[in-house]
């Protein structure tokens, strides 16, 4: 089946720095999508990429679709305290019998230092 | 998200005990989704349905059975517990109608099997 491989696993940042992460696939995907989940919560959707190459910003977030569909990486900008959690990437191939399933990255595990 | 919602919360329960999972969505989404998370392992899929009718294994359903009872609910039972299979659950859904479906994520349910 597809696997993603996410790094890194964890990260332990002080406030204010720059945080980058990325997942790569042994398969290409349609969609890359990043999630964030907090403590005691389920995934929330941060970004959706649609398009092979697509840089997309959401506020201090950017993340971009690898242009061989076999990678995403996302970065935050100017990091706080409340950007902890556990950060997944997703990738779902739009063909077949993966049609709308997603397959996830590991987590990296985002800790900042106040 | 309060639109999907997952009960119990946290159950705590005995080897060999029958163990239900709810779901439940205010969404009017006809996809949804059970998905179990292990430290490090990300989210792996165990059972989906694209509408009241369809039930599809996931990459790990062993052990687990599915019934989708109505759109808006999805329920996940094991038959016979086993310690291996203590994790978080989560329910998602998505939208056949929305541009590549992103999931949304209910906010899980801890289980613990002693």
């Known amino acids: 089946g597809q696997q993603l491989n996410q790094s890194p696993q964890s990260m332990f940042i002080q406030e204010g720095e720059d945080v980058s992460m990325n997942c790569t696939s042994s398969s290409i995907f349609n969609t890359w999508l990043w999630y964030k989940q907090d403590p005691g919560e389920g995934p929330v959707l941060l970004i959706a990429l649609y398009k092979a190459g697509e840089l997309t910003s959401n506020g201090r977030l950017t993340a971009q679709f690898g242009i061989t569909r076999k990678d995403s990486f996302l970065n935050i900008s100017a990091s706080i305290p409340s950007d902890v959690g556990i950060y997944f990437c997703?990738?779902?191939?739009?063909?077949?019998?993966?049609?709308?399933?997603?397959?996830f990255g590991q987590g990296t595990i985002l800790t900042v230092h106040p | 998200d309060a639109d999907v919602t997952q009960t119990p919360r946290n159950r705590i329960t005995k080897t060999g005990k029958r163990i239900m999972l709810e779901c439940s969505q205010t969404?009017?989404?006809?996809?949804m989704y059970w998905y179990r998370q292990d430290p490090g392992l990300g989210l792996r899929l165990i059972y989906y349905s694209f509408d009241v009718k369809d039930i599809n294994k996931g990459e790990i359903s062993d052990g687990y059975s599915v019934s989708r009872q109505a759109q808006a609910k999805f329920s996940l039972s094991l038959e016979s517990a086993i310690p291996n299979q203590t994790a978080l659950y989560f329910c998602a859904t998505s939208d056949v109608r929305a541009p590549n479906q992103p999931q949304h994520f209910g906010d899980g349910t801890r289980l613990s099997i002693l």
């Open positions: 969404k009017g989404h006809d996809r």
């Open positions: 997703a990738g779902q191939y739009a063909g077949g019998t993966s049609y709308g399933k997603l397959t």
